[in-house]
T-cell receptor, first 117, second 114 residues
Framework: DVKVTQSSRYLVKRTGEKVFLECVQD?????MFWYRQDPGLGLRLIYF???????EKGDIPEGYSVSREKKERFSLILESASTNQTSMYLC????????????????FGEGSRLTVL | AQKITQTQPGMFVQEKEAVTLDCTYD???????LFWYKQPSSGEMIFLIY??????QNATEGRYSLNFQKARKSANLVISASQLGDSAMYFC???????????FGQGTRLTINP
């Protein structure tokens, strides 16, 4: 069964702390994504990666960085957590080989709910 | 500009009734894909259905169908014979030509009443 695993379901951190959110996928997907989910705003893309050591900014990259040292692992880093980063964070992966018979849908992890106090 | 719009923040439906969740989109591309995801209270995003912009038939997957009206730029999800387990958040999303990322709407919280 295909799987995207996020290391922590729930985290509580203090303002100013450095936070690592880890994501691992076992589908050999080239693409990996970090989204943030907030009520009324849906999912917003923070960063994505097409390949190892490659990264692209999404719609809301400010205050975040990412790391992709291995194909299966994509980490989201909050260098200095702030209260406005309290949110649900969703990692996803996909195959770039979308075509007539491949939708290119995203496969998601279960989410990491971060609270910054 | 918002590319995906879901205008129903919440919907309440009686069990066994059909329900339509609205989604409109904005793109100048001719080639794009439309997706619906379900998110139960557990948090996991579950892929439900996909419609390609060149697909002539509306997509169907079991009790789910996508009412695709290209000229109106709408991609409504229809759930037939709703069940209590259908209670969840539902998100509409779009992938434009050449892009790998999905752009999501705000979501609709569906509650099925017994």
């Amino acid at each position: 069964d295909v799987k995207v695993t996020q290391s922590s379901r729930y985290l509580v951190k203090r303002t100013g702390e450095k936070v690592f959110l880890e994501c691992v996928q076992d589908m050999d997907h080239e693409n990996m994504f970090w989204y943030r989910q907030d009520p009324g705003l849906g999912l917003r893309l923070i960063y994505f990666s097409y390949d190892v050591k490659m990264k692209e900014k999404g719609d809301i990259p400010e205050g975040y960085s990412v790391s992709r040292e291995k194909k299966e692992r994509f980490s989201l880093i909050l260098e200095s957590a702030s209260t406005n980063q309290t949110s649900m964070y969703l990692c996803a992966s996909s195959s770039p080989r979308a075509g007539a018979f491949v939708t290119g849908e995203l496969f998601f992890g279960e989410g990491s709910r971060l609270t910054v106090l | 500009a918002q590319k995906i719009t879901q205008t129903q923040p919440g919907m309440f439906v009686q069990e066994k009734e059909a329900v339509t969740l609205d989604c409109t989109y904005d793109t100048s591309d001719q080639s794009y894909g439309l997706f619906w995801y379900k998110q139960p209270s557990s948090g996991e995003m579950i892929f439900l259905i996909y419609q390609g912009s060149y697909d002539e038939q509306n997509a169907t997957e079991g009790r789910y169908s996508l009412n695709f009206q290209k000229a109106r730029k709408s991609a409504n999800l229809v759930i037939s014979a709703s069940q209590l387990g259908d209670s969840a958040m539902y998100f509409c999303a779009m992938r434009e030509r050449g892009a790998q990322k999905l752009v999501f709407g705000q979501g609709t919280r569906l509650t099925i009443n017994p």
